[in-house]
């Protein structure tokens, strides 16, 4: 399984300002350290995910933390791995796995309104990105034919997690 590399979409990264709806925006260096805040804290409130159509949960893990960045470890069954999140000098969000070290899935995230959306490496814009994940990041959903890797682990064409809460 590998995923593609590459680089962020072409289009500037957007992220939603609750206190002004209809500005322009949260800067992106001040969204994306506050995301990456909020993600490693959705990490160690919920800890335990579930994977729609399985019965193994998938443990989440805060490895590090650092400035503009984090990695998240997961283990789901006998499979383990690293979540890297990190601040694109793009501006979008970076989102890479891996597992035993081998590149599986890789997106970038933004935040055009109250939920995210994730988008693949050197993606055309589209009315709506092909992953999606809640404003509370406590559900995810990813599309299949856009990262082919996780076909194996999808029960039809979305792989979707939720929180355990």
Request: charged share 20%; aromatic share 10%; proline share 10%.
């Amino acid at each position: 399984m590998s995923s593609p590399s590459g680089g962020a979409p072409s289009w500037p990264a957007s992220y939603f300002d609750s206190f002004a709806p209809d500005g322009q925006g949260e800067p992106p260096e001040l969204a994306l350290r506050f995301l990456i805040d909020h993600f490693r804290t959705a990490v160690l409130l919920e800890p335990v995910w579930t994977l729609e159509g399985s019965d193994t949960p998938v443990h989440l893990s805060v490895i590090s933390f650092q400035h503009m960045t984090m990695e998240v470890g997961f283990r789901a069954g006998v499979h383990e791995g690293v979540i890297t999140f990190t601040a694109d000098p793009s501006d979008w969000l970076r989102i890479e796995a891996a597992i035993a070290g081998q590149p599986v899935f890789l997106a970038f995230l933004d935040q055009p309104y109250e939920e995210h959306e994730l988008w693949p490496a050197n993606a055309t814009k589209a009315p709506e990105g092909p992953g999606r994940m809640g404003k509370r990041r406590n559900w995810l959903s990813l599309d299949t034919e856009v990262w082919p890797a996780l076909k194996p682990l999808a029960e039809g064409r979305f792989l979707n997690l939720t929180a355990v809460e």
